[in-house]
């Protein structure tokens, strides 16, 4: 419930932006005049994995299972699968402090993606409210990848886990390659992991002794109200062009 908690708050973000996104700062002028941003060598990526087809799949199949895709796997995995409370709390914490973080960042500035930029045709979900083309500095979703791959590290020699930080591990290159992307958004990202790593470490979730008089079956129909209602939010989030 916490988890699916953080997700909500982040949906309800995404639509609450259209209304103060007039405050942030266009900034995408100033790193523009960065390295390794110019229009020849974003061309470039997109060229290179186009011209190799089992590479391009391979990224395009990653970004479409995407920040949502990611999210759910990994808790998926920490919390039903190997029910490993203490690691669920630790991840739970390095969410919301990268949703607060980032979130934060785009309300003060922004910067638009490389694709948007330079009017480039790329695979992308459409200017939605879940794909705004100005969440990229610092790249969310690569800062949960790392989170992820942080989380998951401890899971390394099994299969399943291996297999998800490989899958969190192409994210990066997923977003750069399709132009989604800038080299800063996913550098900053990962920085912004390691530190939200770095401070969650160890953190646990203090249940109220109120709460733990409440019935499992109640707990468990309030979970699975919350995933339907998560999955249609989702389904509008994608579905529902930004103006």
Avoid at 65 to 82: D, P, Q
Avoid at 226 to 242: D, Q, R
């Amino acid at each position: 419930d916490v988890f699916l908690l953080l997700y909500f708050g982040w949906m309800a973000f995404t639509f609450m932006y259209s209304f103060v996104e007039k405050y942030s700062r266009d900034v995408t002028g100033a790193l523009l005049r960065l390295p390794f941003t110019s229009r020849p060598f974003v061309l470039s990526l997109i060229s290179f994995v186009h011209s190799v087809p089992p590479l391009y799949y391979l990224m395009k199949g990653t970004y479409y299972i995407g920040f949502t895709g990611s999210i759910a796997l990994t808790v998926f995995f920490v919390l039903m699968y190997w029910r490993d409370l203490p690691l669920s709390d630790e991840l739970a914490a390095r969410y919301l402090l990268a949703y607060v973080t980032c979130g934060g960042a785009y309300m003060l500035f922004h910067v638009y993606a490389p694709h948007h930029v330079y009017h480039i045709s790329v695979f992308s979900p459409g200017s939605t409210y879940l794909t705004q083309e100005e969440f990229v500095l610092p790249s969310l979703h690569n800062t949960i990848a790392a989170l992820n791959i942080l989380t998951l590290w401890k899971y390394r020699k099994n299969i399943w886990g291996a297999a998800l930080i490989a899958l969190n591990t192409l994210v990066p290159f997923s977003t750069l390659f399709l132009g989604h992307h800038w080299l800063y958004d996913a550098l900053a990202g990962i920085v912004l992991a390691a530190l939200i790593g770095n401070v969650t470490e160890g953190h646990r979730i203090k249940v109220h002794e109120s709460l733990k008089g409440i019935n499992v079956k109640g707990i468990q129909l309030a979970t699975a109200i919350g995933f339907l209602v998560s999955v249609y939010v989702l389904l509008i989030a994608l579905t529902m062009p930004k103006p």
